[in-house]
């Protein structure tokens, strides 16, 4: 399912997106920043971009506390256009910072792993915490 979403947005990022050869003072800024400095310029845009796919779930009519995790990976599947932007905004992120091409990787393979998790524990909290008030 997950590789669904992957192939659709193969297809629509890359209309949104031209390619571009970062300036040579974006590389060598790149090249000086430690592992744990690029993690902490990623994490703020690997939240949104989750945040943008929870909401999108969390909000759609087929949603349920006890889906199955296979109907849960769709409703993160059917989220993914409208969360385009956010999707975006962490690739371009993780090229500038990693190297060009590295953020479509990111995308594609370690973000896409833990996805399905992330959005299971907050959909689910948040519902606790929106049960409570």
């Given at each position: 399912?997950?590789?669904?979403?992957?192939?659709?947005?193969?297809?629509?990022?890359?209309?949104?997106?031209?390619?571009?050869?970062?300036?040579?003072?974006?590389?060598?800024?790149?090249?000086?920043?430690?592992?744990?400095?690029?993690?902490?310029?990623?994490?703020?845009?690997?939240?949104?971009?989750?945040?943008?796919?929870v909401?999108?779930?969390?909000?759609?009519?087929?949603?349920?506390?006890?889906?199955?995790?296979?109907?849960?990976?769709?409703l993160?599947?059917?989220?993914?256009?409208?969360?385009?932007?956010?999707?975006?905004?962490?690739?371009?992120?993780?090229?500038?910072?990693?190297?060009e091409?590295?953020?479509?990787?990111?995308?594609?393979?370690?973000?896409?792993?833990?996805?399905?998790?992330?959005?299971?524990?907050?959909?689910?909290?948040?519902?606790?915490?929106g049960?409570?008030?």
């Open positions: 399912m997950i590789a669904a979403a992957v192939l659709a947005l193969s297809f629509v990022l890359p209309a949104a997106y031209e390619p571009h050869q970062p300036p040579m003072d974006a590389m060598a800024a790149r090249l000086q920043l430690t592992a744990k400095q690029k993690e902490a310029m990623l994490r703020p845009l690997m939240r949104s971009a989750t945040d943008c796919i909401q999108a779930v969390a909000a759609n009519p087929r949603f349920r506390m006890s889906m199955a995790p296979a109907d849960l990976n769709v993160i599947v059917a989220s993914m256009d409208g969360c385009v932007a956010p999707m975006r905004a962490m690739i371009d992120a993780h090229d500038r910072l990693y190297g091409g590295s953020g479509e990787e990111f995308f594609a393979g370690p973000y896409l792993d833990v996805l399905p998790e992330a959005v299971n524990r907050q959909v689910h909290g948040s519902q606790l915490h049960d409570q008030k």
